[in-house]
């Protein structure tokens, strides 16, 4: 349950960085580059703070993108007009200095305070970074939060309440998160819908090698991603797709300069290949590997050394017609992929799992069928454009990727933003997004003094069960339906749980009904053509979903089986018949949820499967 506390100030920090004031931005630009300067001094004694955590060549790449990024800020310049609130910021597992300056240093220009916690794996040596770059000097209003995970999400995920009307208001105004798409749907619930929560995943990013590319450029660059890091990077391509015709010169090639990387600690500069930066990671990896033991390569096998947490480079080799990898491996494994006609590559872009995690295309050499995927609609949605389209070149080449421009793609499960229950997949820009979904919207000079005029009827702070929620939104498929009475009105709650035990919130009835693991092939088999072609005009509907509010979709969803010119009596009998068949799809039973809720707020990856007719 929810607790009513009086509200107390959390934090002293100077007038200069109040909430909803306006933004010079040669201040900002001036910080910003006072930073770039200490970074630049003492870039050496950086380096060697980070050679404990990543290799060298990633320290030199990580610097120089930092360095870009900070020197750089006025083409953002626009974005820097109003001091929005304050922001909470969950830092990735790598790139420890550029995702600080990205996702912690440039909000803090545009808000009254950001708050994060050190990264478990990161807590040896991160504070020694902050020493160095003066942050508390700088920085005043940047706070590293000494709280454990569960009391920081508690902190954060309160709201101020106006006694009077009831209203409330989150005390965080955006959160900025990198991880998986799970944990991005639970912490997604854990906040306010009132909060803009930019959300930065995991990408395909699949690399095509085509018969007549510059193999050499291709090689250079199959290097460069899949051992950036270790792997242990969002850019790092699940498959590598190459022709089959070049395949045989392409591994002689790969087998060559594999040959020359260098293994072992980071203290040695020339070591390309180290430590994973969680040992933990090491189980998942050899699982892996195991999955696919008869693709692997016997001159490149999958060594893992466990008492140094290093995995050696490893090929695994298997047919695209065997089917393609949608999985992320965060290790220096190279997933070869052989093709061999052009049109052949639409069994892996045209596969249901692709969409998920579509994010960026790297062609070597021509496609016919790769340069359409630009504009292309796959399953009911266009997942690429030229900016996520790359032609002989690559995600790290020099000006690629860049922190002041938008980073990510399309799929759902690789960035998206979501403000007031609406998520839109999409390339995520820190700067850019806080800008034009916060402040931008209250920016307009009447409605900037009727906001801040209005900020001082919410006199109390409630904080919320973050324990129940984070135990509510578990991924498994097991969802619970509970009707509740709000002063007459009915409505539902769909939440996902983990174990046996019923978790609702004020239910007078309450329902269990378990999603199947894997498709319903009887029942499959058993639908006519028409009913077919029913659910396939509801899985277009659902790709669409992000773009619309769960009563705009519901009421597009119970349209789909009417006919026209039908009576009312004949269009209900429709729409009980095709409302069935969904749930013999989902759950192999007659009935279940509220349908048109339960789809709007349900995981596409729990169900995508189960509806695929």
């Known amino acids: 349950m929810t607790k009513l506390l009086n509200k107390k100030p959390r934090y002293k920090i100077s007038n200069k960085y109040l909430s909803y004031t306006p933004i010079t931005f040669s201040e900002v630009d001036s910080k910003a580059k006072k930073l770039a300067k200490i970074i630049e001094t003492h870039s050496e004694e950086l380096a060697n703070i980070l050679l404990k955590y990543e290799s060298y060549e990633v320290v030199q790449d990580e610097l120089a993108r930092t360095l870009d990024l900070l020197k750089n800020l006025k083409e953002n310049k626009e974005y820097f007009k109003l001091r929005i609130g304050s922001v909470a910021s969950f830092l990735p597992r790598n790139q420890p200095l550029y995702s600080f300056c990205c996702f912690v240093v440039v909000p803090s220009l545009m808000a009254s305070e950001v708050h994060f916690r050190i990264p478990s794996n990161m807590r040896s040596f991160f504070p020694k970074i902050l020493d160095i770059l003066k942050i508390k000097k700088f920085f005043p209003n940047i706070i590293v939060s000494p709280l454990e995970r569960l009391e920081f999400l508690s902190e954060h995920s309160a709201r101020l309440v106006n006694s009077k009307t009831e209203e409330s208001r989150p005390v965080t105004d955006a959160v900025i998160f990198t991880g998986t798409t799970d944990r991005a ?153 052989k093709y061999e006609r052009d049109n052949d590559l639409s069994l892996y872009f045209e596969n249901q799992r692709y969409a998920k995690n579509a994010m960026h295309v790297t062609l070597y050499g021509n496609s016919i069928y790769a340069k359409k995927l630009v504009g292309k609609t796959i399953v009911g949605k266009i997942l690429h454009n030229k900016k996520t389209f790359l032609n002989n070149t690559h995600l790290h080449a020099p000006g690629i990727e860049r922190g002041t421009q938008a980073y990510g793609g399309y799929g759902h499960g690789t960035s998206s933003i979501s403000i007031d229950g609406k998520i839109t997949p999409m390339p995520t820009l820190p700067q850019r997004d806080i800008y034009e979904r916060i402040a931008k919207p209250i920016l307009v000079k009447k409605r900037l003094q009727e906001f801040k005029k209005s900020l001082g009827s919410f006199a109390s702070l409630e904080k919320r069960d973050v324990q129940k929620l984070l135990k509510l939104t578990n991924h498994k498929p097991e969802f619970i339906q509970s009707a509740s009475n709000d002063n007459g009105k009915v409505y539902l709650d769909l939440y996902p749980i983990k174990d046996k035990k019923v978790h609702y919130i004020s239910a007078s009835k309450t329902h269990v009904y378990k999603l199947l693991e894997k498709p319903n092939g009887k029942y499959i088999s058993s639908l006519k053509e028409r009913e077919i072609k029913m659910i396939r005009k509801l899985n277009n509907l659902l790709e669409k979903k992000s773009s619309m509010n769960s009563d705009e979709f519901s009421e597009k969803m119970y349209d789909l ?46 169900i995508d499967k189960l509806l695929y007719v």
Not at 322 to 331: P, Q, R
Not at 569 to 588: K, T, V
């Open 185 to 337: 749907n639970q912490l997604r619930l854990v906040f306010d819908r009132k909060t803009l929560f930019i959300a930065n995943g995991a990408g395909h990013n699949p690399v095509i090698i085509s018969k007549d590319a510059d193999l050499f450029k291709a090689i250079e660059a199959v290097m460069d991603l899949v051992l950036y890091n270790q792997g242990q990077d969002c850019s790092a391509p699940n498959a590598i797709l190459v022709q089959k015709t070049i395949y045989p010169r392409f591994m002689e090639l790969l087998y060559k300069d594999l040959a020359k990387v260098k293994i072992g600690p980071y203290r040695d500069r020339s070591c390309k290949v180290g430590p994973i930066s969680d040992p933990k990671d090491l189980k998942r990896i050899e699982e892996l590997i195991v999955d696919n033991h008869e693709w692997l390569d016997k001159k490149a096998g999958g060594i893992i050394h466990t008492a140094e947490a290093i995995v050696e480079p490893t090929i695994i080799s298997k047919p695209l017609k065997e089917g393609g990898n949608y999985s992320e491996f965060f290790a220096p494994i190279f997933f070869i992929q």
């Open 561 to 606: 089986p009417k006919k026209k010119g039908a009576n009312k009596g004949i269009n209900i009998g429709l729409q009980a018949e095709f409302f069935h068949h969904i749930y013999e799809l989902l759950f192999n039973k007659k009935y279940g949820p509220r349908i048109g809720h339960f789809l709007y707020d349900a995981d596409p990856s729990d």
